[in-house]
T-cell receptor
Framework: NAGVTQTPKFQVLKTGQSMTLQCAQDMNHNSMYWYRQDPGMGLRLIYYSASEGTTDKGEVPNGYNVSRLNKREFSLRLESAAPSQTSVYFC???????????FGQGTRLTVV | QKEVEQNSGPLSVPEGAIASLNCTYSDRGSQSFFWYRQYSGKSPELIMSIYSNGDKEDGRFTAQLNKASQYVSLLIRDSQPSDSATYLCAVNDFNKFYFGSGTKLNVKP
C-alpha cells in the first residue's frame, strides 16, 4: 500500500518550459488536492478535485491546470513555467469521514 | 478566502516543558480542525483532529477548540527534541483543507 505517490521528486525547468506533475493514490479516496509550499507561507491550495471528472480552483490557481484522469490520478500542469512557480508541490488525498488527509512526498521544482 | 493564522515563531522551549501552539481562523462556519507536524524536507503528518469545543487528548498532545473565539491550540507536554518541527494548523471547509503558515518549534535539550 503506497498511499500517495508523486513524480518526479525533483525538477529544474527553464522559464517558459512546460511540465506535468503526476500524483496517484491507491486508497480509493474521492478527494484529491494540489498544494504549493513556499518558505514562511504554509501550504496554499492550487486546485482541488472532489471526484473523477471534477476540479475546482483553490487559493492560487493562476498559471496551473489540472486533470483528474480517473479516481486514482490527479495531475498538475505548468504550461509556461515562471520563476515565481519555484516551490515545493504536495499532492494529497482524502475521503469524507476520514480524520486525515494523506500527503505525497512532495516535488521540489526550481524554475530558472 | 479562508484565513488561518499562526505565529511563525520560532517557539523555543526546554526539554520537558509544555509547548503551546496557537491558531485562529476566519470562517465562523468551519467545523473540522487539524494539527499537522512537518519535519524539514518532509511531508506533513497528522497529529490531531478536533471537531467539538473543548479538549481532546492523545498521549502527550492536547488539542483545544473554542469555536466562539475561532481559536484552536495544541499543547505538547514533556516536550522532546524530536518534537522540533513546524506545526501546521488546518481547517476543512466544504472538503477543502486550508492551512496556516506554520509555527516552528525548537525543543532544546
Amino acid at each position: 500500500n503506497a498511499g500517495v505517490t508523486q513524480t518526479p521528486k525533483f525538477q529544474v525547468l527553464k522559464t517558459g518550459q512546460s511540465m506535468t506533475l503526476q500524483c496517484a493514490q491507491d486508497m480509493n479516496h474521492n478527494s484529491m488536492y494540489w498544494y504549493r509550499q513556499d518558505p514562511g507561507m504554509g501550504l496554499r491550495l492550487i486546485y482541488y478535485s472532489a471526484s473523477e471528472g471534477t476540479t475546482d480552483k483553490g487559493e492560487v490557481p493562476n498559471g496551473y491546470n489540472v486533470s483528474r484522469l480517473n479516481k486514482r490520478e490527479f495531475s498538475l500542469r505548468l504550461e509556461s513555467a515562471a520563476p515565481s512557480q519555484t516551490s515545493v508541490y504536495f499532492c494529497a488525498s482524502w475521503f469524507r469521514g476520514s480524520t486525515e488527509a494523506f500527503f505525497g512526498q512532495g516535488t521540489r521544482l526550481t524554475v530558472v | 478566502q479562508k484565513e488561518v493564522e499562526q505565529n511563525s515563531g520560532p517557539l523555543s522551549v526546554p526539554e520537558g516543558a509544555i509547548a503551546s501552539l496557537n491558531c485562529t481562523y476566519s470562517d465562523r462556519g468551519s467545523q473540522s480542525f487539524f494539527w499537522y507536524r512537518q519535519y524539514s524536507g518532509k511531508s506533513p503528518e497528522l497529529i490531531m483532529s478536533i471537531y467539538s469545543n473543548g479538549d481532546k487528548e492523545d498521549g502527550r498532545f492536547t488539542a483545544q477548540l473554542n469555536k466562539a473565539s475561532q481559536y484552536v491550540s495544541l499543547l505538547i507536554r514533556d516536550s522532546q527534541p524530536s518534537d522540533s518541527a513546524t506545526y501546521l494548523c488546518a481547517v476543512n471547509d466544504f472538503n477543502k483543507f486550508y492551512f496556516g503558515s506554520g509555527t516552528k518549534l525548537n525543543v532544546k535539550p
